[in-house]
Protein backbone atom coordinates (compact mmCIF):
# COMPACT_ATOMS: atom_id res chain seq x y z
CA UNK A 1 0.00 0.00 0.00
CA UNK A 2 1.60 3.26 -0.71
CA UNK A 3 1.40 6.66 1.00
CA UNK A 4 -0.98 9.25 -0.09
CA UNK A 5 0.31 12.59 -1.99
CA UNK A 6 0.73 15.19 -0.12
CA UNK A 7 -2.03 17.50 0.05
CA UNK A 8 0.77 20.66 0.22
CA UNK A 9 2.08 19.43 -2.93
CA UNK A 10 -1.22 19.13 -4.87
CA UNK A 11 -2.24 22.48 -3.80
CA UNK A 12 1.36 24.06 -5.32
CA UNK A 13 0.74 21.73 -8.29
CA UNK A 14 -2.75 23.15 -8.45
CA UNK A 15 -1.48 26.63 -8.01
CA UNK A 16 1.13 26.49 -10.75
CA UNK A 17 -0.91 25.33 -13.23
CA UNK A 18 -3.49 27.60 -12.76
CA UNK A 19 -0.37 30.31 -12.80
CA UNK A 20 0.00 28.55 -16.85
CA UNK A 21 -3.42 28.95 -17.60
CA UNK A 22 -3.44 32.68 -16.48
CA UNK A 23 -0.81 33.41 -18.86
CA UNK A 24 -2.27 31.15 -21.82
CA UNK A 25 -5.37 33.28 -21.79
CA UNK A 26 -3.81 36.49 -21.60
CA UNK A 27 -1.72 35.21 -24.28
CA UNK A 28 -4.17 34.12 -26.86
CA UNK A 29 -6.62 37.08 -25.94
CA UNK A 30 -3.51 39.43 -26.71
CA UNK A 31 -1.54 38.10 -29.32
CA UNK A 32 -4.23 35.84 -30.94
CA UNK A 33 -7.10 37.95 -31.80
CA UNK A 34 -9.28 38.38 -28.91
CA UNK A 35 -9.78 34.62 -27.86
CA UNK A 36 -9.48 32.44 -24.56
CA UNK A 37 -8.31 29.30 -25.06
CA UNK A 38 -8.61 28.08 -21.50
CA UNK A 39 -11.82 29.68 -20.07
CA UNK A 40 -13.93 27.90 -23.31
CA UNK A 41 -16.83 30.02 -21.21
CA UNK A 42 -15.65 33.57 -22.71
CA UNK A 43 -15.06 31.92 -26.17
CA UNK A 44 -18.29 31.37 -26.13
CA UNK A 45 -20.07 34.33 -25.07
CA UNK A 46 -17.35 36.64 -27.05
CA UNK A 47 -18.56 34.68 -30.20
CA UNK A 48 -22.21 35.88 -29.55
CA UNK A 49 -21.03 39.31 -29.93
CA UNK A 50 -22.27 39.79 -33.93
CA UNK A 51 -21.70 43.71 -34.12
CA UNK A 52 -18.03 42.93 -32.97
CA UNK A 53 -15.11 43.79 -35.75
CA UNK A 54 -13.85 40.88 -37.13
CA UNK A 55 -16.72 38.84 -36.37
CA UNK A 56 -16.09 36.32 -38.72
CA UNK A 57 -12.99 35.84 -37.52
CA UNK A 58 -13.50 36.03 -33.99
CA UNK A 59 -15.82 32.97 -34.58
CA UNK A 60 -13.71 30.87 -36.02
CA UNK A 61 -10.84 31.62 -33.79
CA UNK A 62 -13.38 30.17 -30.36
CA UNK A 63 -14.63 27.43 -32.55
CA UNK A 64 -10.72 26.04 -33.56
CA UNK A 65 -10.01 26.93 -29.75
CA UNK A 66 -12.98 24.90 -28.44
CA UNK A 67 -12.47 21.66 -30.64
CA UNK A 68 -8.96 21.95 -29.81
CA UNK A 69 -9.90 22.07 -25.91
CA UNK A 70 -12.27 19.47 -25.74
CA UNK A 71 -10.39 16.93 -28.28
CA UNK A 72 -7.42 17.62 -26.23
CA UNK A 73 -9.50 16.86 -22.52
CA UNK A 74 -10.63 13.79 -24.10
CA UNK A 75 -6.88 12.81 -25.42
CA UNK A 76 -5.43 13.51 -21.82
CA UNK A 77 -8.19 11.98 -19.98
CA UNK A 78 -7.89 8.67 -21.59
CA UNK A 79 -3.69 8.41 -21.31
CA UNK A 80 -4.24 9.65 -17.13
CA UNK A 81 -7.66 7.66 -16.29
CA UNK A 82 -8.84 7.76 -12.75
CA UNK A 83 -7.57 4.68 -11.47
CA UNK A 84 -4.57 4.18 -9.44
CA UNK A 85 -1.32 2.23 -10.02
CA UNK A 86 1.08 4.45 -12.95
CA UNK A 87 -1.54 7.59 -12.53
CA UNK A 88 0.87 9.78 -11.52
CA UNK A 89 3.47 8.76 -14.05
CA UNK A 90 0.39 8.98 -16.69
CA UNK A 91 -0.32 12.81 -15.63
CA UNK A 92 3.57 13.78 -15.54
CA UNK A 93 3.36 12.56 -19.07
CA UNK A 94 0.59 15.14 -19.86
CA UNK A 95 2.04 17.58 -17.93
CA UNK A 96 5.45 17.39 -20.64
CA UNK A 97 3.04 17.08 -23.28
CA UNK A 98 1.86 20.63 -22.12
CA UNK A 99 4.79 22.05 -22.02
CA UNK A 100 6.11 20.67 -25.27
CA UNK A 101 2.51 22.20 -26.89
CA UNK A 102 3.53 25.69 -25.00
CA UNK A 103 7.17 25.80 -27.21
CA UNK A 104 4.89 25.04 -29.93
CA UNK A 105 2.91 27.55 -29.59
CA UNK A 106 6.09 30.33 -29.00
CA UNK A 107 8.12 28.77 -32.14
CA UNK A 108 4.50 29.32 -33.93
CA UNK A 109 4.41 32.69 -32.73
CA UNK A 110 8.27 33.66 -33.77
CA UNK A 111 7.46 32.01 -37.29
CA UNK A 112 5.73 35.10 -37.98
CA UNK A 113 4.90 38.40 -35.46
CA UNK A 114 1.78 38.57 -37.39
CA UNK A 115 0.38 35.64 -38.42
CA UNK A 116 -1.83 34.77 -41.02
CA UNK A 117 -5.46 33.08 -40.87
CA UNK A 118 -3.90 29.41 -41.12
CA UNK A 119 -0.91 30.20 -38.90
CA UNK A 120 -2.84 32.05 -36.09
CA UNK A 121 -6.04 29.64 -35.98
CA UNK A 122 -2.55 26.47 -36.24
CA UNK A 123 -1.12 28.85 -32.77
CA UNK A 124 -4.75 29.09 -31.26
CA UNK A 125 -5.19 24.86 -31.88
CA UNK A 126 -1.65 24.19 -29.63
CA UNK A 127 -2.56 26.55 -26.95
CA UNK A 128 -6.21 25.38 -26.86
CA UNK A 129 -4.47 21.75 -26.75
CA UNK A 130 -2.14 22.82 -24.27
CA UNK A 131 -5.06 24.25 -21.64
CA UNK A 132 -7.44 21.43 -22.36
CA UNK A 133 -4.63 18.91 -21.41
CA UNK A 134 -3.29 20.79 -18.55
CA UNK A 135 -6.81 20.97 -16.86
CA UNK A 136 -7.49 17.21 -17.62
CA UNK A 137 -4.14 16.47 -16.14
CA UNK A 138 -5.24 18.80 -13.13
CA UNK A 139 -8.74 17.47 -12.51
CA UNK A 140 -6.99 13.58 -12.40
CA UNK A 141 -4.50 15.45 -9.74
CA UNK A 142 -7.35 17.28 -8.26
CA UNK A 143 -9.17 14.49 -6.98
CA UNK A 144 -12.58 16.09 -5.03
CA UNK A 145 -11.18 18.93 -4.34
CA UNK A 146 -13.18 20.74 -7.08
CA UNK A 147 -10.18 22.82 -7.96
CA UNK A 148 -10.46 23.92 -11.78
CA UNK A 149 -7.02 25.44 -13.52
CA UNK A 150 -8.49 26.70 -16.57
CA UNK A 151 -11.83 28.93 -15.58
CA UNK A 152 -12.32 30.48 -11.83
CA UNK A 153 -16.22 30.22 -12.03
CA UNK A 154 -16.32 26.68 -11.09
CA UNK A 155 -13.87 27.08 -7.83
CA UNK A 156 -15.76 30.43 -6.95
CA UNK A 157 -19.23 28.71 -6.69
CA UNK A 158 -17.30 25.83 -4.75
CA UNK A 159 -15.79 28.17 -2.38
CA UNK A 160 -18.73 30.03 -1.88
CA UNK A 161 -20.57 26.55 -1.48
CA UNK A 162 -18.26 25.52 0.94
CA UNK A 163 -18.19 28.59 3.23
CA UNK A 164 -21.90 28.74 3.57
CA UNK A 165 -21.86 25.38 4.40
CA UNK A 166 -19.36 25.75 6.91
CA UNK A 167 -16.84 23.33 5.26
CA UNK A 168 -13.11 24.75 4.45
CA UNK A 169 -11.64 21.38 3.91
CA UNK A 170 -10.24 22.71 -0.05
CA UNK A 171 -10.54 26.46 0.36
CA UNK A 172 -6.73 26.77 0.74
CA UNK A 173 -6.36 25.27 -2.64
CA UNK A 174 -8.79 27.42 -4.23
CA UNK A 175 -8.24 30.49 -3.18
CA UNK A 176 -4.56 29.68 -4.26
CA UNK A 177 -5.58 28.69 -7.99
CA UNK A 178 -7.98 32.03 -8.59
CA UNK A 179 -5.16 33.93 -7.20
CA UNK A 180 -2.67 32.69 -9.27
CA UNK A 181 -4.72 32.57 -12.42
CA UNK A 182 -4.50 36.38 -12.12
CA UNK A 183 -1.14 36.24 -11.16
CA UNK A 184 -0.10 34.63 -14.14
CA UNK A 185 -2.42 36.82 -16.53
CA UNK A 186 -0.37 39.63 -15.13
CA UNK A 187 2.77 38.26 -15.31
CA UNK A 188 2.32 37.19 -19.00
CA UNK A 189 1.14 40.75 -19.68
CA UNK A 190 4.23 42.02 -18.35
CA UNK A 191 6.59 40.04 -20.11
CA UNK A 192 3.97 40.56 -23.58
CA UNK A 193 5.23 44.26 -23.50
CA UNK A 194 8.50 43.68 -23.43
CA UNK A 195 8.38 40.40 -26.38
CA UNK A 196 4.93 39.00 -27.55
CA UNK A 197 6.74 35.96 -27.49
CA UNK A 198 7.27 35.89 -23.77
CA UNK A 199 3.44 34.50 -23.35
CA UNK A 200 3.26 30.95 -24.35
CA UNK A 201 6.98 30.67 -22.35
CA UNK A 202 5.68 32.04 -19.19
CA UNK A 203 2.89 29.46 -19.34
CA UNK A 204 5.81 26.19 -20.42
CA UNK A 205 7.64 27.89 -17.27
CA UNK A 206 4.82 27.53 -15.09
CA UNK A 207 3.80 23.99 -16.24
CA UNK A 208 7.74 22.55 -15.45
CA UNK A 209 7.45 23.89 -12.07
CA UNK A 210 4.12 22.23 -11.83
CA UNK A 211 5.35 19.15 -13.49
CA UNK A 212 8.36 19.11 -10.78
CA UNK A 213 5.98 19.69 -8.01
CA UNK A 214 3.41 16.93 -8.79
CA UNK A 215 3.48 13.90 -6.00
CA UNK A 216 5.82 11.00 -7.34
CA UNK A 217 3.46 8.31 -5.39
CA UNK A 218 0.21 6.84 -6.33
CA UNK A 219 -2.95 6.91 -3.81
CA UNK A 220 -3.30 2.98 -3.07
CA UNK A 221 -0.88 0.58 -4.71
CA UNK A 222 -3.93 -1.51 -5.72
CA UNK A 223 -7.45 -0.64 -6.33
CA UNK A 224 -9.36 -3.25 -4.13
CA UNK A 225 -12.01 -5.04 -5.26
CA UNK A 226 -15.25 -5.91 -3.26
CA UNK A 227 -15.48 -10.12 -2.78
CA UNK A 228 -18.73 -10.24 -4.93
CA UNK A 229 -17.10 -8.22 -7.66
CA UNK A 230 -14.67 -11.08 -7.86
CA UNK A 231 -14.91 -13.58 -11.03
CA UNK A 232 -15.35 -17.27 -10.26
CA UNK A 233 -12.64 -19.34 -11.50
CA UNK A 234 -14.42 -22.31 -13.05
CA UNK A 235 -14.06 -25.57 -10.99
CA UNK A 236 -13.68 -28.21 -13.77
CA UNK A 237 -11.66 -27.50 -17.47
CA UNK A 238 -15.64 -27.46 -19.07
CA UNK A 239 -17.18 -25.22 -16.54
CA UNK A 240 -16.60 -22.41 -18.37
CA UNK A 241 -17.98 -23.89 -22.05
CA UNK A 242 -20.82 -25.57 -20.06
CA UNK A 243 -22.20 -22.11 -19.13
CA UNK A 244 -21.23 -21.07 -22.42
CA UNK A 245 -23.93 -23.58 -24.46
CA UNK A 246 -26.33 -24.54 -21.38
CA UNK A 247 -29.54 -23.25 -23.28
CA UNK A 248 -31.73 -21.15 -20.94
CA UNK A 249 -35.42 -21.73 -20.06
CA UNK A 250 -37.35 -20.71 -23.79
CA UNK A 251 -34.47 -23.82 -25.16
CA UNK A 252 -32.24 -21.02 -26.75
CA UNK A 253 -28.53 -20.50 -25.90
CA UNK A 254 -28.19 -17.44 -24.03
CA UNK A 255 -26.04 -14.87 -26.04
CA UNK A 256 -22.34 -15.03 -26.69
CA UNK A 257 -20.84 -12.18 -24.61
CA UNK A 258 -19.18 -8.79 -26.69
CA UNK A 259 -15.58 -10.29 -26.32
CA UNK A 260 -16.82 -13.33 -28.26
CA UNK A 261 -17.64 -11.81 -31.28
CA UNK A 262 -15.18 -10.86 -34.14
CA UNK A 263 -15.84 -7.25 -33.10
CA UNK A 264 -15.28 -7.87 -29.77
CA UNK A 265 -12.11 -10.39 -30.31
CA UNK A 266 -10.87 -7.31 -32.61
CA UNK A 267 -10.95 -4.40 -29.92
CA UNK A 268 -9.71 -6.73 -27.39
CA UNK A 269 -6.58 -7.24 -29.52
CA UNK A 270 -6.51 -3.66 -30.33
CA UNK A 271 -6.36 -2.88 -26.61
CA UNK A 272 -3.59 -5.47 -26.42
CA UNK A 273 -1.79 -4.51 -29.17
CA UNK A 274 -2.05 -0.26 -28.53
CA UNK A 275 -2.29 -0.02 -24.89
CA UNK A 276 -2.93 3.78 -23.54
CA UNK A 277 0.57 4.07 -22.69
CA UNK A 278 2.03 2.88 -25.93
CA UNK A 279 -0.68 5.82 -27.47
CA UNK A 280 0.89 8.23 -25.73
CA UNK A 281 4.06 7.75 -26.56
CA UNK A 282 2.77 7.79 -29.75
CA UNK A 283 1.33 11.04 -29.62
CA UNK A 284 4.47 12.43 -28.01
CA UNK A 285 6.31 11.25 -31.10
CA UNK A 286 3.75 13.06 -33.47
CA UNK A 287 3.96 16.16 -31.90
CA UNK A 288 7.89 15.92 -31.48
CA UNK A 289 7.50 14.78 -35.58
CA UNK A 290 5.20 18.39 -36.30
CA UNK A 291 7.55 20.66 -33.81
CA UNK A 292 10.58 19.30 -35.52
CA UNK A 293 9.01 20.21 -38.96
CA UNK A 294 7.95 23.32 -37.77
CA UNK A 295 11.52 24.12 -36.10
CA UNK A 296 13.44 23.73 -39.06
CA UNK A 297 11.19 25.39 -41.89
CA UNK A 298 10.42 28.06 -39.69
CA UNK A 299 14.48 28.89 -39.11
CA UNK A 300 15.19 28.15 -42.76
CA UNK A 301 12.71 28.74 -45.11
CA UNK A 302 13.43 32.48 -45.82
CA UNK A 303 16.67 33.54 -44.56
CA UNK A 304 16.61 37.76 -44.03
CA UNK A 305 19.58 39.61 -42.93
CA UNK A 306 18.79 41.77 -39.96
CA UNK A 307 21.24 44.25 -38.04
CA UNK A 308 24.08 42.69 -39.40
CA UNK A 309 27.38 44.10 -38.15
CA UNK A 310 29.65 46.05 -40.65
CA UNK A 311 32.70 48.38 -39.99
CA UNK A 312 32.82 51.15 -41.95
CA UNK A 313 36.06 53.28 -43.47
CA UNK A 314 35.36 56.43 -44.72
CA UNK A 315 37.17 60.05 -44.76
CA UNK A 316 35.87 61.84 -41.40
CA UNK A 317 33.17 64.59 -43.30
CA UNK A 318 31.59 61.14 -45.28
CA UNK A 319 31.42 58.56 -42.81
CA UNK A 320 28.86 59.18 -40.87
CA UNK A 321 26.40 60.03 -44.10
CA UNK A 322 27.80 56.48 -45.09
CA UNK A 323 26.81 54.68 -41.87
CA UNK A 324 23.51 56.28 -41.49
CA UNK A 325 22.65 55.62 -45.13
CA UNK A 326 23.34 51.88 -44.35
CA UNK A 327 21.38 51.74 -40.80
CA UNK A 328 18.92 53.42 -43.16
CA UNK A 329 18.19 50.61 -45.61
CA UNK A 330 14.53 49.73 -45.21
CA UNK A 331 14.69 46.77 -42.78
CA UNK A 332 17.56 47.65 -40.84
CA UNK A 333 19.43 44.50 -42.55
CA UNK A 334 22.67 46.04 -41.41
CA UNK A 335 24.47 47.63 -38.37
CA UNK A 336 26.98 49.87 -39.63
CA UNK A 337 29.62 51.30 -36.75
CA UNK A 338 33.28 53.17 -37.50
CA UNK A 339 36.07 51.89 -38.18
CA UNK A 340 39.15 55.05 -37.99
CA UNK A 341 41.46 53.07 -40.27
CA UNK A 342 41.81 49.92 -42.58
CA UNK A 343 43.92 47.83 -40.40
CA UNK A 344 41.37 48.27 -37.79
CA UNK A 345 38.95 47.33 -39.58
CA UNK A 346 40.95 43.81 -40.74
CA UNK A 347 40.91 42.94 -37.20
CA UNK A 348 37.93 43.95 -36.10
CA UNK A 349 36.36 41.10 -38.81
CA UNK A 350 39.01 38.62 -38.07
CA UNK A 351 38.26 39.28 -34.36
CA UNK A 352 34.77 38.70 -35.31
CA UNK A 353 33.26 42.16 -33.84
CA UNK A 354 31.98 42.87 -37.14
CA UNK A 355 30.77 40.18 -39.66
CA UNK A 356 32.66 42.37 -42.40
CA UNK A 357 34.08 45.97 -42.94
CA UNK A 358 33.18 48.37 -45.99
CA UNK A 359 35.89 50.40 -47.21
CA UNK A 360 34.37 53.57 -49.23
CA UNK A 361 36.30 54.51 -51.76
CA UNK A 362 36.63 58.21 -53.20
CA UNK A 363 35.84 59.39 -56.72
CA UNK A 364 33.11 56.82 -57.68
CA UNK A 365 35.30 53.62 -57.72
CA UNK A 366 34.47 50.33 -56.65
CA UNK A 367 34.30 50.00 -53.12
CA UNK A 368 35.97 47.31 -50.99
CA UNK A 369 33.64 44.85 -49.02
CA UNK A 370 36.49 42.63 -46.18
CA UNK A 371 34.95 39.95 -45.39
CA UNK A 372 35.53 35.89 -43.81
CA UNK A 373 33.66 33.64 -45.49
CA UNK A 374 34.61 30.75 -42.81
CA UNK A 375 32.65 32.57 -40.65
CA UNK A 376 29.40 31.50 -43.19
CA UNK A 377 29.31 31.91 -46.48
CA UNK A 378 25.40 32.61 -46.79
CA UNK A 379 26.32 35.70 -44.56
CA UNK A 380 28.27 36.81 -46.96
CA UNK A 381 26.05 36.42 -50.35
CA UNK A 382 23.71 37.82 -48.21
CA UNK A 383 25.35 41.12 -47.38
CA UNK A 384 26.70 41.24 -51.13
CA UNK A 385 23.06 41.46 -52.08
CA UNK A 386 22.03 43.82 -49.76
CA UNK A 387 24.85 46.38 -50.87
CA UNK A 388 24.11 45.59 -54.77
CA UNK A 389 20.46 46.53 -53.95
CA UNK A 390 20.79 49.43 -52.03
CA UNK A 391 22.98 51.27 -54.13
CA UNK A 392 23.02 49.48 -57.63
CA UNK A 393 25.08 52.35 -59.37
CA UNK A 394 28.40 51.73 -56.93
CA UNK A 395 30.30 48.72 -57.47
CA UNK A 396 31.62 46.86 -54.61
CA UNK A 397 34.62 44.20 -54.78
CA UNK A 398 34.74 41.55 -52.40
CA UNK A 399 38.09 40.67 -50.45
CA UNK A 400 37.66 37.07 -48.37
CA UNK A 401 40.21 37.37 -45.39
CA UNK A 402 39.52 34.32 -44.24
CA UNK A 403 37.93 31.76 -46.48
CA UNK A 404 36.98 28.23 -45.46
CA UNK A 405 40.03 25.08 -45.74
CA UNK A 406 39.64 23.91 -49.14
CA UNK A 407 38.80 20.37 -47.53
CA UNK A 408 35.75 22.20 -45.34
CA UNK A 409 33.98 23.38 -48.66
CA UNK A 410 31.62 26.03 -47.59
CA UNK A 411 33.01 25.86 -43.88
CA UNK A 412 30.41 23.74 -42.00
CA UNK A 413 32.51 21.63 -40.98
CA UNK A 414 32.39 22.89 -37.39
CA UNK A 415 29.02 22.75 -37.45
CA UNK A 416 28.40 18.79 -38.23
CA UNK A 417 30.76 18.48 -35.63
CA UNK A 418 28.51 19.87 -32.98
CA UNK A 419 25.46 17.98 -34.30
CA UNK A 420 27.56 14.93 -33.53
CA UNK A 421 28.81 15.93 -30.16
CA UNK A 422 25.46 17.06 -29.16
CA UNK A 423 23.91 13.90 -30.36
CA UNK A 424 26.33 11.46 -29.19
CA UNK A 425 25.99 13.37 -25.90
CA UNK A 426 22.29 13.15 -25.16
CA UNK A 427 22.16 9.19 -26.44
CA UNK A 428 24.95 8.32 -24.10
CA UNK A 429 22.76 9.13 -21.15
CA UNK A 430 19.51 7.82 -23.03
CA UNK A 431 21.76 4.26 -23.24
CA UNK A 432 22.23 4.40 -19.76
CA UNK A 433 18.72 5.19 -18.84
CA UNK A 434 17.55 2.52 -21.12
CA UNK A 435 20.08 0.15 -19.27
CA UNK A 436 20.25 1.00 -15.77
CA UNK A 437 16.81 2.85 -15.60
CA UNK A 438 16.36 6.64 -15.81
CA UNK A 439 16.60 6.94 -11.93
CA UNK A 440 19.75 5.51 -10.06
CA UNK A 441 19.02 4.31 -6.78
CA UNK A 442 21.23 6.53 -4.81
CA UNK A 443 23.84 9.67 -5.48
CA UNK A 444 26.64 7.40 -5.38
CA UNK A 445 26.01 5.47 -8.53
CA UNK A 446 24.70 8.90 -9.77
CA UNK A 447 28.13 10.10 -9.66
CA UNK A 448 29.53 7.27 -10.91
CA UNK A 449 27.07 7.54 -13.92
CA UNK A 450 28.33 11.09 -14.36
CA UNK A 451 32.29 9.95 -14.20
CA UNK A 452 31.51 7.44 -17.09
CA UNK A 453 30.02 9.86 -18.82
CA UNK A 454 33.33 12.18 -18.40
CA UNK A 455 35.35 9.62 -19.70
CA UNK A 456 33.01 9.10 -22.79
CA UNK A 457 33.14 12.52 -23.39
CA UNK A 458 36.74 12.81 -23.49
CA UNK A 459 36.96 9.83 -25.87
CA UNK A 460 34.11 11.71 -28.10
CA UNK A 461 36.08 14.89 -28.38
CA UNK A 462 39.12 13.54 -28.87
CA UNK A 463 37.30 11.04 -31.67
CA UNK A 464 35.99 14.27 -33.32
CA UNK A 465 39.23 16.01 -33.44
CA UNK A 466 41.01 12.91 -35.02
CA UNK A 467 38.07 12.99 -38.06
CA UNK A 468 38.45 16.59 -38.75
CA UNK A 469 41.71 17.33 -38.54
CA UNK A 470 43.87 14.11 -39.15
CA UNK A 471 41.42 12.20 -40.90
CA UNK A 472 40.00 14.60 -43.40
CA UNK A 473 41.66 18.20 -42.94
CA UNK A 474 38.77 19.97 -42.86
CA UNK A 475 39.88 21.94 -39.77
CA UNK A 476 43.48 21.50 -39.51
CA UNK A 477 46.19 23.02 -36.72
CA UNK A 478 43.74 22.81 -33.51
CA UNK A 479 43.87 19.57 -32.91
CA UNK A 480 44.15 20.04 -28.94
CA UNK A 481 41.39 23.00 -28.78
CA UNK A 482 38.80 21.21 -31.09
CA UNK A 483 39.56 17.98 -28.81
CA UNK A 484 38.55 20.07 -25.71
CA UNK A 485 35.74 21.75 -27.10
CA UNK A 486 34.45 18.79 -28.32
CA UNK A 487 34.86 16.71 -25.00
CA UNK A 488 32.94 20.05 -23.30
CA UNK A 489 30.10 19.73 -25.91
CA UNK A 490 29.40 16.15 -25.76
CA UNK A 491 29.26 16.26 -21.40
CA UNK A 492 26.96 19.07 -21.56
CA UNK A 493 24.48 16.89 -23.59
CA UNK A 494 25.21 14.02 -21.83
CA UNK A 495 24.68 15.63 -18.78
CA UNK A 496 21.59 17.73 -19.31
CA UNK A 497 19.78 14.91 -20.77
CA UNK A 498 20.58 13.12 -17.37
CA UNK A 499 18.96 15.57 -15.63
CA UNK A 500 16.06 15.56 -17.84
CA UNK A 501 15.62 11.76 -17.55
CA UNK A 502 15.98 12.07 -13.83
CA UNK A 503 13.72 14.69 -13.19
CA UNK A 504 11.07 13.16 -15.69
CA UNK A 505 11.55 9.78 -16.12
CA UNK A 506 11.97 8.35 -19.83
CA UNK A 507 9.63 11.65 -20.78
CA UNK A 508 13.44 13.25 -20.25
CA UNK A 509 14.33 11.70 -23.56
CA UNK A 510 11.96 13.62 -25.41
CA UNK A 511 12.54 16.30 -23.94
CA UNK A 512 16.23 15.98 -24.99
CA UNK A 513 15.28 15.91 -28.03
CA UNK A 514 13.26 18.71 -28.49
CA UNK A 515 15.71 20.97 -26.96
CA UNK A 516 19.17 19.26 -28.32
CA UNK A 517 17.51 18.54 -31.87
CA UNK A 518 14.46 20.39 -33.17
CA UNK A 519 15.50 23.44 -31.43
CA UNK A 520 19.12 23.25 -31.27
CA UNK A 521 19.88 22.56 -35.10
CA UNK A 522 18.23 24.82 -36.53
CA UNK A 523 19.52 27.77 -34.47
CA UNK A 524 22.85 27.08 -34.18
CA UNK A 525 24.43 28.86 -37.28
CA UNK A 526 25.83 26.15 -39.13
CA UNK A 527 23.30 26.55 -42.64
CA UNK A 528 23.33 30.02 -42.18
CA UNK A 529 24.49 32.69 -39.73
CA UNK A 530 22.78 33.78 -36.65
CA UNK A 531 22.04 37.17 -38.85
CA UNK A 532 20.18 35.60 -41.35
CA UNK A 533 17.88 33.32 -39.01
CA UNK A 534 14.27 34.42 -37.55
CA UNK A 535 14.57 36.49 -34.26
CA UNK A 536 13.40 33.72 -32.17
CA UNK A 537 15.66 31.51 -33.07
CA UNK A 538 18.60 34.02 -33.56
CA UNK A 539 18.06 34.59 -29.55
CA UNK A 540 17.51 31.09 -28.68
CA UNK A 541 20.80 29.83 -30.76
CA UNK A 542 23.57 31.47 -28.63
CA UNK A 543 21.90 29.86 -25.11
CA UNK A 544 21.98 26.04 -26.36
CA UNK A 545 24.69 23.85 -26.29
CA UNK A 546 24.22 23.71 -30.09
CA UNK A 547 25.54 27.20 -30.83
CA UNK A 548 28.15 27.48 -28.21
CA UNK A 549 29.62 24.85 -29.41
CA UNK A 550 29.33 25.85 -33.38
CA UNK A 551 30.91 29.35 -32.37
CA UNK A 552 33.66 27.90 -30.24
CA UNK A 553 34.74 25.13 -32.90
CA UNK A 554 34.61 27.91 -35.64
CA UNK A 555 36.20 30.84 -34.08
CA UNK A 556 39.14 28.80 -32.70
CA UNK A 557 39.76 26.67 -36.19
CA UNK A 558 39.18 29.98 -38.36
CA UNK A 559 39.56 33.29 -35.77
CA UNK A 560 42.16 32.30 -33.24
CA UNK A 561 39.59 31.58 -30.46
CA UNK A 562 38.55 35.30 -29.79
CA UNK A 563 34.61 36.19 -29.29
CA UNK A 564 34.20 33.05 -27.29
CA UNK A 565 34.16 33.95 -23.52
CA UNK A 566 30.20 33.58 -23.84
CA UNK A 567 30.04 30.42 -25.53
CA UNK A 568 32.81 28.99 -22.61
CA UNK A 569 30.13 30.07 -20.49
CA UNK A 570 26.86 28.59 -22.21
CA UNK A 571 29.01 25.16 -22.32
CA UNK A 572 30.13 24.98 -19.20
CA UNK A 573 26.69 26.04 -17.36
CA UNK A 574 24.79 23.26 -19.04
CA UNK A 575 27.53 20.63 -17.90
CA UNK A 576 27.61 21.85 -14.32
CA UNK A 577 23.57 22.35 -13.98
CA UNK A 578 22.88 19.08 -15.64
CA UNK A 579 25.74 17.58 -12.85
CA UNK A 580 24.06 19.54 -10.07
CA UNK A 581 20.52 19.14 -10.88
CA UNK A 582 20.82 15.44 -11.11
CA UNK A 583 22.82 14.91 -8.11
CA UNK A 584 20.26 17.34 -6.08
CA UNK A 585 17.88 15.20 -7.79
CA UNK A 586 19.17 11.65 -6.53
CA UNK A 587 19.89 13.39 -3.22
CA UNK A 588 16.56 14.45 -2.50
CA UNK A 589 14.74 11.14 -3.96
CA UNK A 590 16.62 8.81 -1.58
CA UNK A 591 15.61 11.34 1.74
CA UNK A 592 12.18 9.96 0.72
CA UNK A 593 11.90 6.69 -0.79
CA UNK A 594 10.96 3.87 1.68
CA UNK A 595 13.73 0.92 2.23
CA UNK A 596 14.68 -0.84 -0.41
CA UNK A 597 14.41 -4.84 0.19
CA UNK A 598 17.72 -6.46 0.55
CA UNK A 599 19.25 -7.63 -2.18
CA UNK A 600 17.59 -5.21 -4.18
CA UNK A 601 19.74 -3.50 -7.48
CA UNK A 602 19.27 -0.59 -9.34
CA UNK A 603 21.30 0.83 -11.85
Not at 88 to 111: E, H, N, P
Request: charged share 15%; glycine share 10%; with cysteine.
Amino acid sequence: MRAAPSSTRLAVTAALLSFAAGAGDAFAFVELGGVFTANMTGSLVLSGLTGRPGYGALVAGAATALAAFLAAVYAASRAAPKRPGPRWARIRAVLVAVVVLDLAVLVLKSVSPAPGTALRLLTLAASAAAMGSQTAAARRAAGGSGVTTTFVTGTLTSLAQDAADGCSRHAAVRVGAVVMLLLGALTASGAMAVDARLGPAVAAAGTTVALLALPRRGLTGRAHRPPDATPRRPTSPNQGADMAETPGPDGRSPARSPAATPLGRLRAEARDAITPRAALVMLGVLILELAFVVSYIGAFHSPTPERIPIAVVAPEPERRTVIDRLNGIPGEPLSGRPADSVAQARTMVLEREVDAALLVAPDGRADRLLVASAGGPSGVQALERVLREADPSQPVRITDLRPPNEADGRGLAPFYLAVGLVVGGYLASAAASATYGARPANPHRMLIRLGALAVLSVLSGLGGAIVVDLVFDALPGHFAALWWIGALTTFAAAAAGMAFQVLLGPMGIALSVLIFVVLGNPSAGGVYPSALLPPFWRDLGPALPNGASVTLLRNYAYFGGHHTATAWWVLSAWAAGGALASALAARFRRGHRPPEPAGATEG
